[in-house]
């Protein structure tokens, strides 16, 4: 049971005006409390608008699933891995928010966090490529935003520019989780005796392709990967970013596997020396011998950035160029 039919109910503190006192009141969230916009991006199975409640005038994203067609398409698992994973990391600024799912007889919806600045993908293609000032500004979020799923025992699977959004002050967040992997917790006994949940994120899982230009080439080759594959993804927005088109690009999906699996790229001229360093320890064939990401944050292209105080959250964004 994945939502409440018809409305998904929330419970909220109300005050008494007059004496203050605070009850609890459970109202329910349903279509009717919103306004439908128009279509703001469109996945495999799903279609986004903008949603705007009529109570508070506040706008969401709402993701909207044909409940038939994920039926026949095989997709509900999908779904569940997305509401979970959501759930799981619903308290950070890097992931977009779920606010409420709801169902009607033939569709499920999600209302998500609305990013304002669009995603990623049509910000590189409005500008073509950027400058290493921008690349460090976005790259050093993106990298900090998979260590912090990391770290919750969340793997994507399908990072690519088209599932990082934008908010109101250019901040990165992540979206689209159906594809995502979650990792059980393993407790792990310290040296005094008290014990933490961790997550093994060298777990391997099976099979499943995100996108061809950004899939790696040992999930092609031996039809694994672990969380190493985000990393890779990494490296490939990174290359993109400078270059303005992806490392591993054909005019097919067969071909640019083929360039995949032999890590067949060139950078382009001009590409800026650091940068290129860091790209080329990354996208390496053996996951082993790739760049950690605590290594990324210490390579020189991120030297004046500061992860450990989470400043770079407040970077003002650069001019984009
Ligand atoms: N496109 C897809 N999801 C979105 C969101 N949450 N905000 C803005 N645009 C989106």
């Known amino acids: 049971k994945w939502a409440e039919r018809g409305a998904a109910k929330i419970v909220r503190n109300v005050a008494d005006p007059k004496t203050g006192e605070i009850t609890k009141q459970t109202i329910s969230k349903g279509i009717n409390d919103f306004k439908f916009g128009e279509v703001i991006g469109d996945g495999s199975y799903s279609t986004v608008m903008l949603a705007t409640s009529i109570e508070s005038n506040q706008k969401y994203a709402v993701k909207v699933l044909n409940k038939e067609y994920l039926i026949r398409q095989k997709k509900v698992k999908y779904v569940n891995v997305e509401k979970n994973t959501l759930q799981r990391l619903n308290n950070s600024r890097t992931v977009v928010k779920l606010f409420f799912t709801f169902q009607d007889e033939a569709h499920l919806y999600f209302l998500l966090e609305y990013a304002p600045n669009g995603d990623f993908l049509s910000v590189m293609k409005k500008y073509g490529t950027l400058n290493e000032e921008c690349a460090c500004y976005y790259g050093a979020q993106i990298i900090d935003a998979i260590h912090f799923i990391h770290s919750k025992g969340i793997i994507h699977r399908d990072i690519k520019p088209e599932n990082i ?140 950035k500061n992860f450990s105080d989470g400043s770079i959250w407040d970077d003002n964004p650069p001019e984009i160029q």
């Not at 250019?170 to 949940?197: E, Q, R, Y």
């Not at 690009?249 to 360093?277: C, H, S, W």
């Open 165 to 304: 959004l934008l908010d109101g002050d250019m901040k990165v967040k992540l979206t689209d989780f159906g594809t995502a992997k979650i990792l059980d917790p393993v407790t792990k006994v310290n040296n005094n005796n008290s014990k933490t949940a961790t997550f093994d994120l060298l777990t391997r899982s099976k099979s499943f392709v995100g996108t061809a230009e950004y899939v790696t080439p040992e999930l092609l080759n031996d039809s694994y990967t672990d969380y190493r594959c985000d990393i890779w993804a990494f490296g490939c927005i990174l290359f993109q970013m400078i270059a303005g088109k992806p490392p591993f690009k054909a005019t097919n999906e067969y071909l640019t596997f083929q360039k995949v699996m032999k890590v067949q790229y060139a950078f382009t001229a001009g590409f800026p020396v650091v940068i290129r360093d860091l790209v080329k320890k990354i996208l390496l064939k053996q996951p082993s011998q790739r760049l950690t990401i605590s290594a990324i944050k210490a390579h020189h292209f991120f030297n004046d």
